[in-house]
């Protein structure tokens, strides 16, 4: 291992460590304390005690006591695990990789945990002394300080974590030699996985389920959920498979669908690799993906093929089998090719 790849791997275990504290052991602290003030304040409080505001300025839902106990913790605790788990998955796939994805997943982890915290200490503590909840007041001022202390806190915990922005492992390699006349197309395909699909596919479900249950118990915004499911469907059929060709008039990667589609001739392509992608660090997570400086069809991590643009951009999709295809793509670009769209002489298949 080269100095400069030991000192990637110590800067990316220092953000770790440092992730750990920030979005982990903070959250979980601020969580009990704010636990700790509600069950010292049990014995002030009118029982059942309300927990829920309409559009009003009065409450209209009520509770036990305890009940503010338990939403603070599990709540609490239980975003606190949703984003530490997004990024401990991401780790172990990639222990070798950090980016501004898990970053954002620091900060947004104790800012959630001080905004739950400040919303339900503040909720219970105005109805201290109350011998009726439903005198209770507007608790409009606790969710604007709950967010205000959130966006503060989470301003700090961004700037807290160090960068640690890892280089991205790439190989140039060399263009495929093709003879004088010779004719060649690479044709690949690329797919989400099936747990994905299989979860993309249960969270239509429940939206569905919940839907039908406000239709049911005559909520007007039921409407809400279908849409919700349809707007994920749309995303299944059109983002979850792509195409990828490349030919003498580029590389063109399209959904099975038609669309979105992307093509690149080889005019606009100045470099052409295959490159190691990690989806959660460097892109925010899998599926079409655009982030300053980048477009990315990741259906999974791995190696990809990357082609910069005049633009200075890129673009990459993983696939199998990506130096074929860069190799094609390289002989293409510098006019070491003659590629034609007839029935190819030379074939290279990968699903």
Known sequence: MTDIAQAARAEVASARRVFFCVAIVAPTLIVLAGTAVIIAWLPQLPDPIATHWGSGPRPNGFSSPMAAVWLTLG?????????????????RQRPDTWGWSQRLMGAMGPAMAVFLTVLFVGMVGMQRGLADAADAGNVDPMLWAGLGSALVVGVIAWFVQPKAEFARPTATGAPIELAPGERAVWIAETRMGTGALVSLGVLVLAFVAIGAVMLASGTEVWWLMLLVSLVIVFGIVTCTVYRVRIDSRGLLVRS????????????????VAVVDVAPMAEYGGWGLRFIPGSTGVLMRGGEGIQVTLTSGRTFVVTVDDPATGAGLLQAVVHGNAAATDTEPEREGESS
């Open 75 to 91: 709540m609490g605790l239980g975003m606190t695990a949703l984003f530490g788990g997004i990024v401990w998955l991401e780790a």
């Open 256 to 271: 099975l669908v038609g669309w979105p589609a992307f093509h690149y001739t080889p005019a606009s392509i100045t470099a």
